[in-house]
T-cell receptor, first 112, second 116 residues
C-alpha cells in the first residue's frame, strides 16, 4: 500500500520562478516528514524535514509546508535554479522509527 | 571524508543465482539501513541495523533476503535464488544513531542488480 504519494511524476519550471512539489499521505500516525533530492547515479541526499508539531520549516531557498488536516505537504523552492533539477522524494516516519516510507518521486527540471 | 560506498555498482546475474551486495557506511555511524528502489518507485525500507544487530528487518520481502553486519561497520545484503522481480537498485544508508527524528541518513550511490 502506498502510504506516501507524489502524484506528479514531473514538473518543469523556469529559472528564477517558484517550484512547488506536492506530497500526500494516508497514515495519520506519521509525525515526521522529510524531503530528499536525488541526482542521477547518486544516492538521495537529505534536503529538509518537518515535525508534525510545526506547519512550516524554512531553510534558505527551501520551505516545507505541512497541512495535517489535509494530510498534505509541499516543498517550495524560491528562486529555482538549474542546479535544482533532480528527482525529489517525500518521506514520512511514524514515531521515531526507522522504516521511513517514501513517495515515488517528482522529477523537477529547471530551465535556464 | 568518505561517504557511504557500495560495491559493486552494477551486478548482472541469472535467475536462481546467489548474490552479495556490500555497503561501507560512514565511519562512526552506528545505524545502517538497506533500501530497495524499483523502477519508477521511491526507496523501500528493507532492514535497519543498530551496531551489529538487525533491530528491524520487517521490510525484508521473504526469506531469500538476508543481511549481516558482523562487526558493526560493513554490511552485506545477501539474496538467494534470485528472481527477475529482484531487479532493482539496492541503496544503503547510514546515520550517527537510529531513529527518524532529526537524524540525517546518508545514502550510498546504490548497486543496480539485474536478474536475467
Amino acid at each position: 500500500d502506498q502510504q506516501v504519494k507524489q502524484n506528479s511524476p514531473s514538473l518543469s519550471v523556469q529559472e528564477g520562478r517558484i517550484s512547488i512539489l506536492n506530497c500526500d499521505y494516508t497514515n495519520s500516525m506519521f509525525d515526521y516528514f522529510l524531503w530528499y533530492k536525488k541526482y542521477p547515479a547518486e544516492g538521495p541526499t537529505f534536503l529538509i524535514s518537518i515535525s508534525s508539531i510545526k506547519d512550516k520549516n524554512e531553510d534558505g531557498r527551501f520551505t516545507v509546508f505541512l497541512n495535517k488536516s489535509a494530510k498534505h505537504l509541499s516543498l517550495h523552492i524560491v528562486p529555482s535554479q538549474p542546479g535544482d533539477s533532480a528527482v525529489y522524494f517525500c518521506a514520512a516516519s511514524e514515531g521515531n522509527n526507522n522504516d521511513m516510507r517514501f513517495g515515488a518521486g517528482t522529477r523537477l527540471t529547471v530551465k535556464p | 571524508g568518505a561517504g557511504v560506498s557500495q560495491t559493486p555498482s552494477n551486478k548482472v546475474t541469472e535467475k536462481g543465482k546467489y548474490v552479495e551486495l556490500r555497503c561501507d557506511p560512514i565511519s562512526g555511524h552506528t545505524a545502517l539501513y538497506w533500501y530497495r528502489q524499483s523502477l519508477g518507485q521511491g526507496p523501500e525500507f528493507l532492514i535497519y541495523f543498530q551496531g551489529t544487530g538487525a533491530a528491524d528487518d520487517s521490510g525484508l520481502p521473504n526469506d531469500r533476503f538476508f543481511a549481516v553486519r558482523p562487526e558493526g561497520s560493513v554490511s552485506t545484503l545477501k539474496i538467494q535464488r534470485t528472481e527477475r522481480g529482484d531487479s532493482a537498485v539496492y541503496l544503503c544508508a547510514s546515520s550517527l544513531t537510529g531513529g527518524a527524528y532529526y537524524n540525517e541518513q546518508f545514502f550510498g550511490p546504490g548497486t543496480r542488480l539485474t536478474v536475467l
